[in-house]
Structure formats: structure tokens, C-alpha cells
């Protein structure tokens, strides 16, 4: 399978700064890429599906505006956390599609732990 | 409400002893797969199950997918310090083109 890498692993950010995560395709051209968001005693949530060369999808209820998706290459796709609070501390984790849906097989990176002072 | 029910939320076992954990859901699901998340990483596929009354081995660790694609299984044989994790189910629904994943199941084995 694709080998994923996210960077950084952690940070840790005041209040009102803008975060930007990487996640690397090291060894797969990835079209499709998913950013998820994993809170304590939750399950994975899908916050949005990045597709290379066009705008991401979100899902119902993640603000556009707040969490900036850009895939502008087949190997990078980068989330910024923007105006960050401390509600938005969470492990971000992100995942290589082989498919176009989140359906098809995936492979997660590592994960970063953000957190918001 | 949540899709896919993971029990039980917390296992903590002793090395060698064996156990299941289930993933349940009322909604048929046209795949099922189980993942292993070690603390601060991602998760890792093990398998995926597609057939109703499916049963696949990976060495000690056998799942089975129910015979109406409600619900799984995961059943570990002679437990290992290394097989501590969280280990999660997640189903796709075949028309929603989304995997809903489970909270999980945190199992602890001690030496």
C-alpha cells in the first residue's frame, strides 16, 4: 500500500493563530486525498474529501472557510487550521485514496495532534 | 445516534487469554473492514470482510462478518502485549460512497 506521511506530528498553537498540516504521498500518486478528525472516545470523522487540482469536498457541518484544504499536487495536500480554538484540539489524520470515495481502500497517515491553548 | 456500535469500549486482558470484540449495527453494510490504531498514529487496515457469514484469519486473529451484513466480529486467540491498540470497524453502506467508522474498541493485553 501507500506510504503516508503527515507533518508535523504535533504542535501546539495559541488561540486566534492559523495552523497548516502537510500530508505526503511518498510513494503513490494520490487524486484523492481525506482529511479526518479524531476526537477522544469518538469515532474518525470524515471532515472533508481533497481532490487534486480542484476544490475540496466538505462534510455537513465542517466550515470551508475555518479548515482550508489545498491538493495541489498528486503527492501533497495541506490543511490549515485558520483562527485555531481550543475546540478545535484534535488529532487530524489524513488519508491516501485509492479510489475516488472514501469507500475505496485507504491508506492513514500517522496523524497529528494539534493542540490549542 | 451512532451507525456502527463497538463493544466493549474498554478491554484490558492478561497475555494468552483469548477475546472478542463486536461491532454492530442495525444497517446492512456492503463491506465491513477492522483497523488497528496504535497511540499517535494512524490507522492500519487488517482486513476487509464482504460476504455475509464470511470468516477470515489473520494468524490469531479471526473475523467473521454476520450472515446478514449487520455486524462483525473480531476474535483474538493467545493475546499479546503487541496486539494492544485500538481497534476500530468500519462499515460503507454501498450508496452513501462513505466509510462510517466505529469509536473503537481499546484493548489492553498485559505481560
Known amino acids: 500500500g501507500a506510504v503516508v506521511s503527515q507533518h508535523p506530528s504535533r504542535v501546539i498553537c495559541k488561540s486566534g493563530t492559523s495552523v497548516k498540516i502537510e500530508c505526503r504521498s511518498l510513494?503513490?500518486?494520490?487524486?484523492?486525498m481525506f482529511w479526518y478528525r479524531q476526537f477522544p472516545k469518538k469515532s474518525l470523522m470524515l471532515m472533508a474529501t481533497?481532490?487534486?487540482?480542484?476544490?475540496?469536498?466538505?462534510e455537513q457541518g465542517v466550515e470551508k472557510d475555518k479548515f482550508l484544504i489545498n491538493h495541489a499536487s498528486l503527492t501533497l495536500s495541506t490543511l490549515t487550521v485558520t483562527s485555531a480554538h481550543p475546540e478545535d484540539s484534535s488529532f487530524y489524520i489524513c488519508?491516501?485514496?485509492?479510489?475516488?470515495?472514501?469507500?475505496?481502500?485507504?491508506?492513514f497517515g500517522p496523524g497529528t495532534r494539534l493542540t490549542v491553548l | 445516534t451512532q451507525l456502527l456500535e463497538q463493544s466493549p469500549q474498554f478491554l484490558s486482558i492478561q497475555e494468552g487469554e483469548n477475546l472478542t470484540v463486536y461491532c454492530n449495527s442495525s444497517s446492512v453494510f456492503s463491506s465491513l473492514q477492522w483497523y488497528r490504531q496504535e497511540p499517535g498514529e494512524g490507522p492500519v487496515l487488517l482486513v476487509t470482510v464482504v460476504t455475509g457469514g464470511e470468516v477470515k484469519k489473520l494468524k490469531r486473529l479471526t473475523f467473521q462478518f454476520g450472515d446478514a451484513r449487520k455486524d462483525s466480529s473480531l476474535h483474538i486467540t493467545a493475546a499479546q502485549p503487541g496486539d494492544t491498540g485500538l481497534y476500530l470497524c468500519a462499515g460503507d453502506q454501498g450508496g452513501s460512497e462513505k466509510l462510517v467508522f466505529g469509536k473503537g474498541t481499546k484493548l489492553t493485553v498485559n505481560p
Open positions: 510513494d503513490f500518486q494520490a487524486t484523492t
Open positions: 481533497s481532490n487534486e487540482g480542484s476544490k475540496a469536498t466538505y
Open positions: 488519508s491516501v485514496g485509492s479510489g475516488r470515495t472514501s469507500t475505496d481502500t485507504q491508506y
